[in-house]
């Protein structure tokens, strides 16, 4: 069966400090995979996502970026950290399979003080 | 207008009763339909996907589309406690199948 870990699982991180969250995927190969941030009390918004190795799409223009380095694995990272960029932030990812069916990481609950 | 509504709530149903959420989209290219549902603190995990008109059932669940007036609803029958959390209406972007866009979720308590 599949599996998807994201770590660490909560940070405090001061103002203009850098970024890294990390996600692998096990179990399957050739998903899409995807970076969500759920700030608090609003909705899911997507950040990234990438249909291959190398490949990315931005989807808000912030000082966030991806990175896909290996098939399974799924980089989130900022060279410097605004308050606002404070959330919940959640790996996700499908399969090719024409279902749409997103399976969701335990999650990143980072705050920037 | 908003890509996918639901009303934020709380919706609060005794103990046995049927809850009903609801969700309606904008996209009528939209094809794919799901519930997730939230509880504080975690991760959404997926109960439902609905791809046609009509009703799906799933043990307690049941999933309803009608496409034509785009809307979406999950009905939980015989309500528990633990059935208390964030639910989570996606319908997949009809630009980009690849993405889903998600509602801002409706909270559900139910009391015993």
Redesign the interface.
């Known amino acids: 069966s599949q599996t998807i870990h994201q770590w660490p699982a909560t940070l405090v991180q001061p103002v203009g400090s850098p970024l890294s969250l990390e996600c692998t995927v096990e179990g399957t190969s050739n998903p899409?995979l995807y970076w969500?941030r759920q700030a608090a009390g609003?909705?899911?918004q997507?950040l990234f996502?990438s249909?291959g190795i190398g490949q990315i799409s931005s989807e808000v223009p912030q000082n966030l970026s991806a990175s896909r380095p290996q098939d399974r694995q799924f980089i989130l990272s900022s060279k410097k950290l605004l308050l606002s960029d404070s959330g919940f932030y959640?790996c996700a990812w499908?399969l090719r399979d024409?279902?749409?069916?997103?399976?969701?990481?335990?999650?990143s609950?980072l705050t920037v003080l | 207008q908003k890509e996918v509504e639901q009303n934020s709530g709380p919706l609060s149903v005794p103990e046995g009763a049927i809850a009903s959420l609801n969700c309606t989209y904008s996209d009528r290219g939209s094809q794919s339909f799901f519930w997730y549902r939230q509880y504080s603190g975690k991760s959404p995990e997926l109960i439902m996907s609905i791809y046609s008109n009509g009703d799906k059932e799933d043990g307690r669940f049941t999933a309803q589309l009608n496409k034509a007036s785009q809307y979406v609803s999950l009905l939980i029958r015989d309500s528990q406690p633990s059935d208390s959390a964030t639910y989570l209406c996606a319908v997949n972007a009809y630009y980009n199948t690849d993405k889903l866009i998600f509602g801002t979720g409706t909270r559900l308590q139910v009391f015993p």
Do not use: D, H, S
Request: net charge neutral; charged share 20%.
């Open positions: 899409n969500y609003r909705g899911l997507l996502y249909v959640l499908t024409n279902t749409g069916e997103l399976f969701f990481g335990e999650g609950r």
